[in-house]
């Protein structure tokens, strides 16, 4: 039986590659056998995660998502190489504060980063020269985005955000062939969660630890959820949230 | 960044006036300091003086110089 996670022929984009979930994310699909365009800020992380692909033929193309005028070239300039199969949007901010200490300029930055960026994307992939028939887009959103922790309100926003954003695109892109989910992670260990941690006691980040029943949750734990999404296997699959947390919002 | 900009951004998490901020002032004495102020203290000198606060060391913070012996060398450079 041919591997069903075969994504052998497939072109995906994964935003956020240069870590974290986004790196393992591009890794994984290597291994399936895609090719994979990888997008970030920090252009020396992405050439690291570029050698750390298997196979050939993939591709850096370094972008700041805040530029929102120009997605459309950007995405016209990445399919030069080929129409893509997917995408994947895991480009996002972590902003753990009680709202007295939010300013509205560090709330619409992570507005930005989280949630605008991801709708514009999902605006210019739709367009016909982006996307090959039955593409498929994962946004990774957040058990925070169905969940309430003190501290997290921005950031819950923008990941709920991402929710309804699919919801409403899986019903849209129907005619257009795209499928469209979202992956909700629990705490994972990553950079992301290291960097958090450094503001923490110990007391609280065992907390943490023990709310999810399984244990934290490693990188590639969603990476393969988000291969599936992306997968042909996951062809019945649009308008759903994944959620991937160790048991975390279930208790 | 000098003492009293230091103690202004304590007065503004703490939510009073500067005036009600100084040395001897217990940090219990303040209702907001609280797990959330804690939160935003560290991030407040996060980013105002790109130095992460030993979460141990404001644990065991008693008044407003404690915060100030924290970050002292800090500012002062």
């Not at chain 1, 930055?109 to 498929?136: E, G, Q, T, Y």
């Not at chain 1, 630890?209 to 599936?228: M, T």
């Amino acid at each position: 039986m041919k591997n069903p996670l075969s994504m052998k022929g497939k072109c995906i984009l994964i935003t956020g590659a240069s870590s974290g979930i986004g790196r393992s994310c591009a890794q994984i699909l290597s291994q399936l056998g895609a090719i994979v365009r990888i997008s970030g800020r920090n252009q020396n992380r992405l050439k690291e995660c570029l050698a750390s692909l298997t196979g050939i033929g993939h591709l850096a193309f370094p972008y700041s998502l805040e530029n929102f005028e120009g997605i459309d070239l950007w995405l016209d300039s990445i399919v030069n190489e080929g129409k893509l199969d997917g995408l994947v949007h895991c480009a996002g901010k972590l902003l753990v504060r009680p709202i007295k200490a939010i300013s509205i300029a560090d709330y619409k930055s992570l507005m930005n980063v989280n949630i605008d960026s991801a709708f514009i994307l999902a605006k210019s992939f739709r367009r016909r020269n982006i996307h090959n028939p039955n593409a498929s887009i994962v946004f990774v959103s957040s058990v925070a985005g169905i969940t309430g922790q003190a501290c997290h309100s921005a950031y819950s926003t923008s990941k709920a955000a991402l929710l309804g954003l699919s919801k409403s695109l899986a019903a849209e892109f129907i005619s257009d062939k795209i499928r469209v989910n979202c992956v909700l992670p629990g705490y994972v260990r990553s950079e992301m969660y290291d960097e958090m941690s450094r503001t923490l006691t110990s007391d609280q980040i065992e907390s943490i630890e023990h709310s999810h029943p399984l244990g934290l949750g490693k990188v590639e734990d969603v990476a393969f959820a988000i291969s599936y999404l992306l997968s042909d296997i996951a062809r019945w699959v649009t308008g759903s949230n994944l959620i991937i947390d160790g048991g975390y919002s279930a208790v | 960044m000098t003492k009293l900009e230091f103690y202004k951004g304590i007065a503004k998490i703490l939510e009073v006036e500067i005036e009600q901020v100084s040395d001897d002032v217990a940090l219990s004495d303040f209702e907001e300091w609280n797990s959330l102020s804690v939160i935003a203290f560290i991030a407040y000198v996060d980013e105002q003086l790109k130095f992460v606060v030993s979460p141990k060391e404001l644990a065991e913070s008693k008044t407003v110089h404690d915060l100030y012996l924290l970050v002292k060398s800090e500012i002062e450079r």
